[in-house]
Nanobody
């Protein structure tokens, strides 16, 4: 059974940092698109950052470009989202997701298409609150 479990959320001050982790079990993250999505209260879910594990190509939403970094630990089978220079508008529930590479044409498509779809495997979500 494919399972994704997020951790590392919580409260941070504006300008601070948090690192989210997404541990995968039941499968290895080879030959997958993986991504981080978020949903703020009253807003639609949006794709934050996505990666294809075959060559490490990444995509970032404009709102987080230069502040967030997606990465993968191949040995631990974990995907990370390093979030720096946090802003109040980063407050949201964050989800990690994975989908097989044959189901998506690009990392940008993954971040766009899966924001409004439940295809693939999803974690349960974790709260990130940025507030002073």
């Amino acid at each position: 059974q494919l399972q994704l479990v997020e951790s590392g959320g919580g409260l941070a001050q504006p300008g601070g940092s948090l690192r989210l982790s997404c541990a995968a079990s039941g499968f290895t993250l080879d030959y997958y698109y993986i991504g981080w999505f978020r949903q703020a209260p009253g807003k639609e879910r949006e794709g934050v950052s996505c990666m294809i594990t075959t060559d490490g190509t990444t995509y970032y939403a404009d709102s987080v470009k230069g502040r967030f970094t997606i990465s993968r630990d191949n040995i631990k089978n974990i995907v990370y989202l390093q979030m720096d220079s946090l802003k109040s508008e980063d407050t949201a529930v964050y989800y990690c997701a994975a989908v097989g590479i044959l189901r998506m044409p690009s990392v940008q498509t993954m971040c766009g298409r899966m924001a409004s779809s439940d295809m693939g495997s999803w974690g349960q979500g974790i709260q990130v609150t940025v507030s002073s």
